[in-house]
Structure formats: structure tokens, C-alpha cells
């Protein structure tokens, strides 16, 4: 396994593995692996002949500095973990100065409206600051395929939005989410919970579950109020946002149609770390 904290050293090796005719996957983190990650990196491995697995933790795509501050950071666990995945796997660990030349801020984009909803409207900033480190990711690793998981699903549709305007050559690949036992989608944030609070976030899951077992009989104004009648009942949880949207426009429902796709999006703080999650409902 080889680890690159420079960009003209990673891709010099890249471009000799490309010149044998070797696809690449693109496997872009922020450190703290966890089972869901290592999903993402053997899906990438089975379809790839190398893959590349980033570990930065992003400045500009944080809108509270506390935030950034707290986020875990383990690097050595990282790479003994994707060690015992594979010895193919190539580690890009960039300093903010090398990846952003130096000039640490965020490109603006226009989303067509992706970007404006639930996390957009909770965390500004935050996409354009994700459509950055991603494209200076795809740009410097230039891959075949780059692999991104579905708990962030608005991320995952901003990531192909931005692909598509810039009209980049690389595939978008989305990965199902991985769970905790008790239901609750892996996250890096899950490792500053207390055990008490990781098991009692399996409610949030739960919750999806049973909207979506009212999806079609129940209005999505019905479903959305019972869902937060149930968090003002939990003393451990706080509800930040449940929203009924569709899957491709990330649109909130207003009435079902037939022909779409919907999909459940909520977000909820327990003990102060702030928890995502979703759940297609058709």
C-alpha cells in the first residue's frame, strides 16, 4: 500500500498505472473509516484494478468551526484498516495548503436547487465547499469510477450535478448505506456518542421505517407531523428536519405521482452530534 501526501507524486505514479491500461476508483473520505467506508473500497476494488482511497478532512465544507475541530481524526487506525482490505489500495492524505494550492476557500456553484434544501438550508456553504474538494479530487486522481455512499444522499445528487456542468468523464457510482446493528447509518460523528445515545439513535431509522409503511395510505403533511410527534417524545434525541422529497430534484412532495421516485430525509442531534439519514420510501 502506497500513502501520497503531494499531488505531483501521486500523479506521476497514477499515470505510469494508467499507461498499462489500468482503471482507477476513487474512494474520497475524511478519515475515521468505519465498515461503511470499507464497503465503498472493496466495491471499488472488485471493479477496479487500483484503488485510491483520499483521507482530508475538508475545511470549507464546515459551517460551524467546532465543528471541523472536533471531527475525528485517526489517521494510523485508517491505514492499518484499509491494509487488511487490501495491499492495492493507494492513500492520497493531502495538508489543506497542498490540495488547495494554498488558498484555502470554496468555489461557488449553482445547483439547479439540489443545494437549497435540508442540509443546504440548515448549513450554508456546505455544498460548495463539497463540490470543491470533490472536483480538486477528481481532477488531481482523475479516476474511471468515484464512489460515494448513500447516507448522503443530496450530497451523492450534487456530486453528479456538478460532474454534469462541468461535463467531467467520470462515473458517479452509489453505494448502499451500511448499519449499525440497531439500525443507525454509520457515520465518523457515531464515535462521539455516548453508548446509551448510539443505541437509542436505532430510533431514527425505526422512525423512517414505519413513514415509509404510511407512505401511500397517509399524506406526506400527516407523516411529517407524526414524525415529530414521536422525537418530542424521545428526551435523548432532537429532530432537526423530516422531509418527504423527490428522489431526483430533491424537491419536497407536494402531492405523489405515480411515476416517481420518493424518498424520506431527516436529520437529528443527540448529545450535540448531529446525525443524517434516509430512506427510499417507493
Known sequence: MRVFDQKKELTRFLSA??????????????????????????????????????????????????????????????????????????????????????????????????????????????????????????????PDKAYFGEKDFQQLQIIRKMVQLKNLPYQIVPCPIEREPHGLAMSSRNERLSEAARNEAGFINKTLQTAKSKFGIESAIYISEW?????????????????????????????????????????VYAEGVRLIDNLRLN
Request: aromatic share 8%.
Open 17 to 142: 498505472h494508467k499507461g498499462k491500461n489500468g482503471s482507477i476508483g476513487l474512494v474520497p473520505t475524511m478519515g475515521a473509516l468505519h465498515r461503511g467506508h470499507l464497503s465503498l473500497v472493496k466495491k471499488a476494488l472488485e471493479q477496479n484494478e487500483l484503488v485510491v482511497v483520499s483521507i482530508f478532512v475538508n475545511p470549507t465544507q464546515f459551517d460551524k468551526k467546532d465543528d471541523l475541530q472536533k471531527y475525528p481524526r485517526t489517521f494510523n487506525e485508517d491505514l492499518a484498516l484499509l491494509k487488511s482490505v487490501s495491499e492495492n489500495i493507494v492513500v492520497f492524505a493531502p495538508s489543506e495548503e497542498e490540495i488547495y494550492d494554498g488558498e484555502v476557500k470554496s468555489e461557488s456553484y449553482q445547483f439547479d436547487g439540489l443545494d437549497v434544501v435540508m442540509e443546504g438550508k440548515y448549513r450554508e456553504g456546505h455544498f460548495d465547499g463539497v463540490g470543491t474538494i470533490v472536483g480538486l479530487l477528481l481532477s488531481t486522481v482523475a
Open 227 to 267: 414524525v415529530k410527534s414521536q422525537f418530542d417524545k424521545n428526551e435523548l434525541l432532537e429532530l432537526e428536519y423530516f422531509e418527504i422529497c423527490d428522489e431526483e430534484t430533491l424537491t419536497p412532495i407536494s402531492k405523489r405521482q405515480t411515476n416517481k421516485k420518493y424518498r424520506a430525509f431527516i436529520a
